[in-house]
């Protein structure tokens, strides 16, 4: 083995790890780790590793939701996920085809303005509560959970990002779910989704099969005691770090933005 397959191989389980742990730990599929990562651990294109890390997702995404599901105090809502499901799988076909018509730009920026009021409000403790073990499937609720996972399709197939963040944090806000059911609800939607999003971007030819799969397995693996660990802290604790993650993610996106920007801008 070269050493620069060994770098290449030590990188990519570096990011897998790290996608394990947010996907066990908060409930994201790590699109927002994994894209960026796939790039610098492999040196592909920006399309290409959109494209590989919904496949990296794949496994992460069974074998977190699989533990949330199973785990003693596991947390999980077929119902919601099902619904979840129908939007996504649409806009995960939209999504990847708009990835191919425009720039993402102001997609991102409103993704980040977004997920910082969101994780700001997650954060506030005030007149969320313990929140629900099982979600009501009023009519309302029916129609969010639907319209929310085609938001969170559309992200996945135009920007490997699945939107999971936005939508565990308004399945806490506006349906009053438990942090942890929400986060196991959102992985189990991340999985047909990234599924129809890698076979999109890979009948383009813009899916790296083995750099996918080996930070996908890397990532499963540990998404098993991050998960524990999810299920073992208390609500109110989880949701409060999942509300710091999003601000920390929201100010990442835009500050990279400006940083691009001036970098374009002519002197």
């Known amino acids: 083995m070269s050493a620069q397959h060994a770098t290449e191989r030590w990188r990519l389980a570096i990011v897998g790890a790290v996608a394990g742990v947010l996907a066990g730990l908060l409930g994201i599929g790590g699109g927002i780790v994994l894209v960026p990562g796939l790039a610098w651990a492999t040196g592909i294109d920006r399309?290409?590793?959109?494209?590989?890390?919904?496949?990296?997702?794949?496994?992460?995404?069974v074998v977190g939701s699989?533990?949330?599901?199973?785990?003693?105090?596991?947390?999980?809502?077929?119902?919601?996920?099902?619904?979840?499901?129908?939007?996504?799988?649409?806009?995960?076909?939209i999504g990847a085809w708009l990835s191919a018509k425009f720039t993402d730009?102001?997609?991102?920026?409103?993704?980040?303005?977004?997920?910082?009021?969101?994780?700001a409000r997650l954060i506030v403790p005030f007149g969320l509560g313990a929140g629900s073990k099982a979600l009501p499937l009023t009519l309302g609720a029916v129609i969010t959970l639907v319209l929310l996972g085609f938001f969170g399709g559309v992200l996945?197939?135009?920007?490997?990002?699945?939107?999971?963040?936005?939508?565990?944090?308004?399945?806490?806000?506006?349906?009053?779910?438990?942090?942890?059911?929400?986060?196991?609800?959102?992985?189990?939607?991340?999985?047909?989704?990234?599924?129809?999003?890698?076979?999109?971007?890979?009948?383009?030819?813009?899916?790296?099969?083995?750099?996918?799969?080996t930070a996908g397995?890397?990532?499963?693996?540990?998404?098993v005691p991050?998960?524990?660990?999810?299920?073992?802290?208390?609500?109110?604790?989880?949701?409060?770090a999942f509300g710091a993650f999003l601000l920390?993610?929201?100010a990442r996106t835009l500050v990279r933005q400006r940083r691009t920007r001036r970098a374009v801008v002519p002197a």
């Open 226 to 240: 991050a998960s524990a660990v999810a299920l073992a802290l208390p609500s109110t604790a989880l949701r409060a």
């Open 47 to 61: 399309h290409t590793a959109t494209g590989t890390s919904l496949l990296a997702i794949v496994p992460i995404a």
């Open 66 to 93: 699989t533990t949330y599901a199973l785990a003693p105090g596991g947390k999980f809502d077929a119902p919601a996920a099902a619904l979840l499901v129908a939007g996504s799988l649409a806009g995960a076909l």
């Open 248 to 250: 920390l993610m929201a």
């Open 156 to 213: 996945s197939g135009l920007l490997g990002i699945g939107g999971s963040g936005v939508l565990v944090a308004v399945m806490v806000i506006t349906l009053g779910a438990d942090q942890a059911l929400a986060q196991g609800i959102a992985l189990t939607s991340i999985i047909p989704t990234a599924l129809v999003g890698a076979a999109a971007y890979g009948r383009r030819g813009q899916v790296a099969v083995r750099p996918g799969i």
């Open 105 to 119: 730009r102001g997609l991102r920026l409103t993704f980040a303005v977004v997920s910082g009021l969101l994780g």
């Open 217 to 223: 397995l890397v990532g499963a693996v540990v998404a």
